[in-house]
């Protein structure tokens, strides 16, 4: 193969050939789109991409990656951006984690789980959220206590994507509550295998369960299964969030999106009130706002490229996408009206649009709520002043967390 | 024009609120909502039997409490708090009012009582796809002593229950309402954003059906649908009051960053938005039953305003609501998604609030 | 005449033979509209209101009012409201400072200053506000100190109605800036006349000059001229904000309004637009604003009639009629475009249009911002929790005011 | 697509900042404001002599810098942000693109060169009362081997200012644009909502008039009003970070309650919605920039695209700038009510925004 004898010389491929044989690569391999749940049909492929150079193109020779710059990696995502590839539940473990242990993690550790990664033999999760600690990650309850020497942990953590498929996870739990809430953490890798771990799948308001609640029940982790320093954990948390940052903006947007422009514009055909004026205004509307976005994620590449930081700029995209997605379900409202409120149960585009509708509310809520990235926004982009702050430096175990009745 | 409640009044939607917080809890909406029927019967013949509520505009001599639209208000709005899965908007609102608006004294004598007591369900079809209030197409055509109705009226409230609909059909001298029989009809239950309302398709083919006296067929149906809308605006405050409670007690009690978070402005200043909307509509609301009760002429506007306000506004807190409450509002096991599928629904079920605005525009003449 | 030997017998009238009284005086005695700014016909029409018996009606008798009950004094405001009275000047006065003096003021002032301000003798302002101190009066820097039997006040006031025919002005100034902020202020009655009072006219956006802004330099005000308790200003100035309130409440609303449903439909209909399907959306939701405000004050006026309080509910009015004018800006330009951007010098729809555009910012700002009121809405009638308060028992002299660059 | 400045494009930005900075500052805005004239003739000469920025989309051919529309973008944008008081709108904006987009060779060699150094003013005349870009009811008369024209324009740009206009009549044979001296026309400066443009009334009465070659006058005007409209927007692109800007500046040093006002989450999130507003903004108009020089076919969709988006974003970013000044906002000395009235009346300049979104929709094919 092409790309692997590439690695094996150690020169740095030129990046029109890359993005020749990835392109090339995917028209032969790429796989018909398949449900999110054929697991092995996803380590399968991962293997695959792995044999053939295009896993962690980024990361370092020595754990299994190409070592290559990120333009490298920037020529097979706009090639890949044509394929539904099933690469999901690697998405965390490959964005998140993995980068997280390559910067952090002993040689070890690095040995040990990262290679594993890019050959698609291990799936990660994420453990941070808990019911108690949303927006305010750093208020986490869940405790880890170090006995002998191995931790044992208690708690429950929640919105965690992949868990039902994982074999390791990347968990944040609280080793120190003497210490003021950022500074008594400690981030491990635990075994979603192991004794004491639970994973229930947590429905959500659009009756899909993309997400999982996970119990620690006295949960033994080893000691050498820390990242980073004991104690250290929101370091290590926000060098994460760092990687997270970059991986969801990159992700891929689903295809069809039954609230946009087009889809919306087809149904007022379809109900024969596309030409209404009221109709006309309101599309045109939501074709501004969606517009706008384009141009600003478009502008934001281009800066990228031309050695711009994004900085708190993302915050912006997100929150722009997310009143975009509420508009789009007034915009529906008003052109479909009764039509979805109750439809046919064989008619596949009601079913869609009351999706769209139910899983609006995750935009301004998931990833950083509105009033989370206003703030950012406020903060760091405009440098206003903060709030006063009346959790600073205060011990863990005198602070209200969570929900206080 | 009286816009506050009387002590009797007050004291109506105390015993409406006991019985619900008894019966229609969120365990018990949810139990009605996944089971078959998708609504709680034995709710329903309390409504009737012990509290006596469903005829509260039927007059005393058809089994009615002779009371009026304000009390019946009151009680939708205790209904629409609770999502009290019942075809109290199909039977004692739609089909209620149709009865009383048309002039057929026989349908009355003989449905008015068995509705009032909760033991007969009916209710009215008329919406059709493209035009929610209107004959539509369906087609009556007489035949022999009686008629036979064709067409497809969806979505119809409590459509799956009723064991009566009245329809809406054209005959050769226009609009008429006609008595069917739910056995003459095929019924199917539809696919609902909403989950805690049923809605049904109703098909009509060649289906026997008795024509109701009417000496203006079309002017019922214009009253029928304004008291049904100010019936929904009553739901939709119950419901819009019962969001910006839940979300303003969990504001409360949510700690994020060692404060609770209905302490900071961006929560606090939405909350107070919710709470504006909830005064100003619920003054309309009141209006409107009023209206209904003793100026039938400011009917017509007071109906299209309160359609206006509340669908937008209703949605908006339960929208708030799931927002405030952050992941956990989104989740399928609390409440707040419910309201918001409720509030989206109620706000397009009759038409979506542009239709709204364009009604209330002809009825103001601009 | 009947009202005064109405006072005479001490017993109070039926309030339906007050309420034919009043309509009766008022059709033969309610002048036709003038300028405002004709102070001498407004002492005039003060002073016949008094002799007829309808100045002070809620007053004490002891100081010349009519001691009856509140029903009386909503009797003659419902006749009046037929009326363009000329009674705009008293309005600080009658509605605030007399009430404030009349539960405070010793008896020595009660009797100095409240029968001439019932006879129209007297105008008053009100002097609170200042550059560095807006929604937070509290702050404020203007600073009275005890020099012998006088205290000197200098400092500036803004933002103050009648100031320009003030002879006299309700002064809050600090007179112990070692104290926290809310326990050093006293308040004083401040002749307007006194030497180093100066009242400039302050032109505000639209053009106009309502307002004014007073200089202090070195003004004496003897010891007797304070209201209240030396360093209790703060609870005065809550008594007198209390009577504003009320005072908003029952104030005169302009009879004409350029961006009301009426107008702005009867400009539709002559600029021949009146018909379109945007027009009349916008327009139908006009109305709806208008109307459910106009609804809710209805109710609120039954409620304090059964003797429901309104609360802090007068936050809500407030709140919601300064929404609807921002909707009406947008309608009306939605409506008019082009034509009201620039007109004939003559037309005076044109710049009634355009005054009623320039005024709105002041209802989102003027007597409590919307941020103010949904603070009040928030913490009195929801009941939720106040924000962290960076200055309560902070000596006022080293807390932050006003702009600090 | 380039929707990034090159560095040559960010030194015209600097150079034009630092020429309003010390030429048009506040006091100077306000004297030419209150001017005979509204404008400021010393500025203009600057403009065009020592910047030489009026000809920046004109072919050197004619004296122009052959540069391109992000340029001129990027002058409009500080002129926006400066409320500089010229007439760059009507002779560097309206009368160039015309002149370029008419086929007058004449025309172009004499006037281009002349309007590009500031010496001549020239506007064009195409707006009235309803009917903002059309030849509306003006009428051209065949003169002997001249023209006539008889109607009333209005609002027009620089219309008291400029010594030349080029005005759009209907003539026996359909649109057509013509040259007419300021001269010999009625010109009634209006009462304006923006007390920082000036515009005029121009009252034709059989008006000696030039006829101006054109294979196309419609779609040149088409063309003219598409460009137009995207130098508005870059006009208020300014303005909207200017008063960002303001604001944010006065959130950081007000103190209120012992805490500057910047640091409440009602003041910090409203200002974040104004910057999110000039993030999305900015990228629409680098793109509608970059397509009247790169992709003339997306011009159309692009001008209607920041047409729509810029009206309501500009008046409410002004709006906030008001309001988180307080009372200090709302009076006459300070300069957010400038930007309130300029945003204002920019939204409504060419047409409101339920018109510009109607052009958007027919330009989608919607």
Known sequence: MTAATTIATGSPPDLDAFREQARAWLREHAPAPSPVTDIEAARAFQAALYDAGFAGITWPQDVGGRGLSTAYQQAFSDEEACYELPTYPFTIGLGMCGPTVNDLGTPEQRTRYLPRLLRGEDIWCQLFSEPGAGSDVASLQTRAVLDGDSWVVDGQKVWTTNAQWADFGALLARTDPDRPKHSGLTMFVVDMHAPGVTVRPLKDMSGRAPFNEIYFDSVRIPADAVIGEVNGGWHAAVTMLGHERVSIGSRRRPKTNPLDFTAITALARRLGVSGEPATRERLAELYVRERVLELFNVRLRQEAAAGIAPGARGSVAKLAGSMLARLAVDTVGEIAGPEIVAWDPDDATGAAVALGINSTPSSSIAGGTNEIQRGIIGDRVLGLPKEPSVDRGVPFRELKVGTQA | ?366
Chains 1, 3 share one sequence.
Not at chain 2, 260 to 279: C, F, M, P, R, T
């Open chain 2, 1 to 366: 024009m009286r816009l506050v409640l009387t002590q009797e009044q007050q004291a109506l939607r105390a015993a409406v609120r006991d019985l619900l917080t008894d019966r229609a809890a969120s365990a018990q909406v949810r139990a009605a909502m996944e089971s078959e029927t998708g609504t709680d019967r034995d709710l329903w013949t309390r409504l009737g039997r012990d509290l006596d509520v469903l005829g509260l505009v039927v007059p005393e001599e058809y089994g009615g409490a002779g009371a009026g639209h304000v009390e019946r208000a009151v009680v939708q709005e205790e209904l629409g708090r609770a999502l009290a899965p019942t075809p109290f908007l199909g039977s004692a609102v739609l089909a209620t009012d149709a009865l009383l608006a048309l002039d057929d004294e026989e349908a009355r004598r003989e449905l008015l009582p068995r509705l009032v007591s909760g033991e007969l369900i009916a209710t009215v079809a008329v919406a059709e796809r493209g035009a929610p209030w209107g004959p539509g197409a369906t087609t009556a055509t007489a035949s022999g002593d009686g008629w036979t109705l064709d067409g497809t009226k969806t979505p119809v409230v409590a459509g799956d229950l009723a064991d009566v609909l009245l329809v809406v059909a054209i005959t050769p001298d226009g609009p008429a309402w006609f008595r069917v029989d739910a056995a003459d009809v095929e019924r199917t239950t539809l696919a609902t954003l909403d989950p805690t309302r049923r809605l049904a398709k109703v098909v009509l083919r060649g289906t026997p059906a008795r024509k109701l006296e009417s000496a203006d067929p079309a002017g019922a149906l214009e009253r029928v649908a304004d008291l049904a809308t100010v019936a929904l605006a009553a739901e939709q405050l119950g419901g819009l009051q019962r969001v910006l409670e839940m979300a303003t007690d969990y504001a409360k009690v949510r700690v994020q960053f060692g404060r609770a978070i209905g302490s900071y402005q961006a929560v606090k200043h939405g909350l107070a938005d919710v709470h504006s909307d909830w005064e100003l509509g619920l003054s309309a609301l009141r209006y409107a039953a009023w209206a209904a009760d003793e100026a039938p002429d400011e009917v017509p506007v007071a109906s299209a305003l309160v359609a206006t306000f509340f669908g937008p506004a209703y949605f908006k807190a339960a929208e708030a609501c799931v927002q405030y409450h952050g992941g956990i509002g989104y989740t399928w096991e609390h409440d707040a998604h419910l309201y918001y599928k409720r509030a989206k629904s109620t706000e397009l079920l009759f038409g979506a609030p542009g239709r709204d605005r364009a009604r209330l525009a002809d009825r103001l003449g601009v």
